[in-house]
């Protein structure tokens, strides 16, 4: 990453992405994968939010290769199970052969969970979800899909990305050219990564207490009845952080 912070993009956001972000991003995510797919004949097979990383000077880089695979040729295809399973595409949980295409169907719902900062099956079930029963849910239901109020661009990639049939998946290549990633202007990256990270420290810092918490304070034995006086000044302080979850 340069010698740059840097930081999963999720963390940096602290929330839910606008759709001129989320295109920033995607381009060069998706020509990562293209170069990955076409010319090193790799899939990734774990893509998720905490694998794609920004510095503060706007690069975008996809980490983690701790499981990706290399295929012989475009058209082969691979029986492995290793990754994040929340991120698997249905074919890949089943146990069947699976290609690059399952990198897109991971990319869509990383794509789904940056936009309303929540993993996607979350938002379908009105129950909490097992292990057992999200992985029957993502064979066995319709995929996720983003709320009305998204751009009919968004709506159309994350279709794309998120068919049951791999054969049905846009590939990476053809994704580097869908309408959604020119939808806007071209924003600052970096300058966005940077007031992000700005306003997360002044939350951080608002979320401080502004008082000594009793429960922290260590109370001293008077002398009178056998204990040491304690200078005022020894006294404990809690600090308190906020952090995005999902």
């Known amino acids: 990453m340069h010698n740059r912070p840097s930081g999963c993009i999720h963390t940096v956001a602290g ?29 990734h097979r774990d893509i998720k939010p905490s694998n794609i990383l920004v510095d503060t000077a706007g690069n975008i880089k996809i980490a983690d290769f701790g499981v990706s695979g290399n295929l012989a040729h475009t058209l ?17 949980i089943s146990g069947g052969s699976y290609s690059y295409d399952s ?50 661009e968004f709506h159309n990639i994350i279709t794309c990305c998120l068919q049951k049939q791999p054969d049905a998946r846009a590939s990476s290549s053809q994704l580097t050219g869908h309408p959604f990633l020119s ?13 992000s990270l700005a306003k997360r420290s002044r939350q951080a810092a608002n979320a401080a207490p502004s008082a000594m918490d009793d429960a922290t304070i260590p109370r001293a034995v008077p002398a009178s009845q056998g204990g040491a006086e304690m200078p005022v000044d020894e006294v404990g302080i809690t600090q308190r952080h906020s952090a995005y979850r999902y």
């Open 15 to 43: 929330g839910p992405l606008s759709e001129p972000v989320l295109a920033a991003i995607t381009q060069p995510v998706l020509q990562g994968l293209a170069y990955l797919h076409r010319e090193l004949h790799v899939i």
């Open 76 to 92: 082969a295809k691979c029986a492995s199970w290793v990754g994040t399973v929340h991120y698997m595409s249905p074919e890949r």
């Open 103 to 152: 990198d897109i169907w991971s990319l869509g719902i990383t794509l789904l969970e940056l936009a309303i900062a929540s993993f996607p099956y979350l938002q379908t079930t009105p129950q909490r979800l097992s292990f057992w029963d999200l992985l029957d849910c993502i064979v066995e239901s319709p995929p996720p899909s983003p709320p009305m109020h998204f751009s009919h």
């Open 183 to 195: 939808l806007t202007q071209p924003i600052d990256i970096a300058a966005w990564v940077q007031a």
